[in-house]
């Protein structure tokens, strides 16, 4: 793959960041302070535009941030998939060389074979997303008579479960398969560094008791009767 | 027409932990060297620098530091007759590229094998009779014995700057160490490192069971240390970014950090990077290499004439440059004819995950790729394989070496998968989880081989290696006794709730699931050319100039990580050519 898979995504990220600030305020600064300003924990004032996505149409992304909410709903344990920004990071992370393929081997054919030897379809990581989403919404209309980002909680929760026991049958996509992979994706945005454009103010790290990317532990190794003390620290150095 | 290269003294294609080895010993030897290296140049500085080395989703997702599966991949498939299909996603093994090869991205256990793995065959029918092995299995003894390779171990623990605590030298036991293991020479060159809760809790289970417990020796150095090359490394901090990753800190031993610097002045040592090996070339009568054929950094067809051939490509890969050279004859599981793609076997790993309360600081993020507890109770003599019912033994370990979210949060069973019970789940198991592994040896069979694919095509053209493999009842068995064994230890512990991973009777090879990049065989070290591809010095029966350092010459796998074994093999293959191949080339062992 690519050393570079996550600049597109990271320079979309600043391009957005700077809409949110006022031309004013770039002269003599650098970009690292506009990322800083444009974080809601440091510029809590400052309104989050709405973000745009650049891969998902409207019904996808409908599709996504609904998914999302039921997949990790907001509660008192930590925060939901939504508020965290793992759409947003959806969005980006499956235009990387990652998802399009780039470390997969997709020379065909393509034979069925028995779930030990894993996937051994055609379609890329953005495929199986994007053609899930197409196939689960249009098996909603028919059952339902509705969107699935319509569709009461429930509901939701009773097709996403079925989906991931295999027991919805889609046009042109195994469910359990999409489920998997949709479900995977939630989870990596949801604990990737902020700088992918989920995991806002390292909160899903904090909920956990995850440090981040201290990477050095020389001296908690041997503590045993105290939890480690420290909050967690990102890509950027930012300390949550 | 190929692109003819001056001719040089020996080439070497791959340069993970065996090409930096060969490329150290030959350069030693006078001799001019060029090595080719299919994926980029890498090093400490920049490639494994801090901050961007512990970006989870690019080492763990994107894996930044594995082989890309689109340019070269394996098939697979569980029996001869089956249809064999791609290893699409990195899942069971992974392999690695660039500088350094998996051996800048592994995790650092470093075993010797026991005296009694090498004479493995001999030793199971003397102990349970011939009958005692199953008519497929297809295990042999290596031909060569642990006291040949004592001083190679020895020298590659110390260039990797190895830290333990020896448990016999010079016959002599040693508190602390492994009561069971070979004698050493001397003691490791740096004590071990410091135990992290699970390791610590591991000595305490395994005592009250009666086991033997010693620090793993792991080559993530425990304190600032310089190797025989002059190399140096500082103490690991255990950053908790170790298997999959490259060093941060020169504490991992890695060619990288331990071999290439003493190479990378050298100027008989010429690195080609980018430049994947096709096939080696064979003179007309095919008895001696002439060189190898590669597509150079920008997609040239080259060749590059040389006296010596040394294939140092890890083991799969290994063998598959030899089927697609015609180095030696292809096995041909019917007949029994044929060596190369022979004995190919795994590792049987399994897994025992333990959920305790908020009082026990686990911190799983705290992490080190080869420290840790093990004991050897179960491995080798100290296990009655009669009793037991199967052959091979293995060992139960503590090692943790560092979990992150993106690699995935263990919940006790029974918990859904997603919504807020998942949620409330993975937050209160995160620091208060840990788990040891059982990892077990693996024997080789007839039906178990590699071969190339009818069908499927790397990004070269070339046919892909295909991989027949499953998992045999001896290894069920085998899995189903240790992983028992393991719970009762951990039973000692009182977790709130612990769950294995034993194989099922019946259950077959998951390739989804990572396993160990541990694959060995398909180019075995013996003493009859008829079973086996190479000879006691990893030298080709059939090719006399090519010889073939990895994995691959193990007859079968044992219970141990295999790197300390192909360090010392490397050496020990080093050796005999500059000491006896360079003098007179030819066979060095008459067939
Ligand atoms: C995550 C992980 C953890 C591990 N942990 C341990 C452990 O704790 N203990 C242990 O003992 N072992 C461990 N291993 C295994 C260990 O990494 C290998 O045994 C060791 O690196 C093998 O050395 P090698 O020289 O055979 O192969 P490598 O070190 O992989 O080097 C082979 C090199 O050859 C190159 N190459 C391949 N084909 C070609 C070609 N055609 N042309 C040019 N170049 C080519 C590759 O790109 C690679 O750089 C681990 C492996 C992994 C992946
Ligand atoms: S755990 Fe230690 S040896 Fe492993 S990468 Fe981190 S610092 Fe290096």
Known sequence: ?240 | MANIQPKVDAVIVGMGWTGAILAKELTDAGLNVVAFERGADRDTQPDFAYPRVVDELEGSVHRRYLQSLAQETVTVRHTPTATAVPYRQMGSFKPGTGVGGAGSHWSGCHFRALPEDFKLRSNVEQRYGRNFIPQDMTIQDFPVSYDDLEPHFDHFEYVCGTSGKAGVINGVKQPGGNPFEGSRSREFPLGPNPSYLGAEMFYKAAREVGYNPYPIPASNASAAYVNPYGCQMGPCNFCGFCSDYGCLNYSKASPNACILPVLRLRKQFELRTHSQVLKVNLDSDGKKATGVTYLDAQGRECEQPAELVLLCAFSLYNVHLMLLSGVGKPYDPASGEGTVGRNYSYQNLNRVMMFFGKDTQANGFIGIGGGGTTIDDLNGNQLDNGKAGFVGGGIIWARQPGSGPVRGVSVPSGTPNWGPQWKKAAADAFRHSFYYEVQGACMSYRQHYLSLDPTYRDAFGRPLLRMTFDWHDNEIKASQFLVNKALDMCKVLSPQSMAGDAKKAGGHYDITKYQSTHTCGGAIMGSDPKTSALNRYLQSWDVHNVFVIGANAFPQNNGYNPTGMVGALAYWAATAIREQYLKKPGPLVQA
């Not at chain 1, 020379?107 to 053609?131: D, H, M, R, S, T």
Request: charged share 20%.
């Open chain 1, 1 to 240: 793959m690519s050393d570079d898979a996550n600049v597109p995504a990271r320079r979309d990220f600043l391009r957005k960041s700077l809409t949110l600030i006022p031309v004013v305020t770039l002269a003599g600064t650098g970009l690292p302070r506009l990322v800083q300003a444009a974080e809601p924990a440091t510029a809590p004032a400052s309104p989050e535009a709405p973000y745009q996505p650049t891969l998902f149409n409207a019904q996808q992304w409908a599709f996504v941030v609904a998914a999302c909410d039921r997949l990790i709903p907001a509660d008192a344990t930590g925060p939901g998939a939504v508020e965290s920004g793992v759409p947003q990071f959806l969005d980006r992370h499956l235009q990387t060389p990652y998802a399009n393929g780039a470390i997969w081997y997709m020379q065909g054919p393509f034979l069925e074979a028995a779930p030990e030897f894993g996937y051994q379809g055609k379609l890329n990581l953005k495929e199986i997303i994007q053609v899930g989403i197409k196939a689960f919404d249009a098996f909603c209309q028919t059952a339902d008579g509705k969107a699935f980002a319509e569709l009461p909680h429930p509901r939701q929760e009773e097709l996403l479960k079925a989906a991931e026991g295999g027991k919805l049958e889609l046009d042109s996509i195994s469910a359990k398969l999409f489920f998997s992979n949709l479900l995977n994706e939630v989870r990596n945005g949801y604990f990737a560094d902020p700088s992918y454009g989920a995991n806002k103010d390292m909160a899903a790290w904090k909920m956990i008791g995850y440090p981040g990317v201290r990477a050095d532990f020389t001296d908690w190794v041997t503590v045993r009767d105290k939890p480690y003390p420290l909050g967690p620290v990102d890509l950027a150095g930012r300390r949550g």
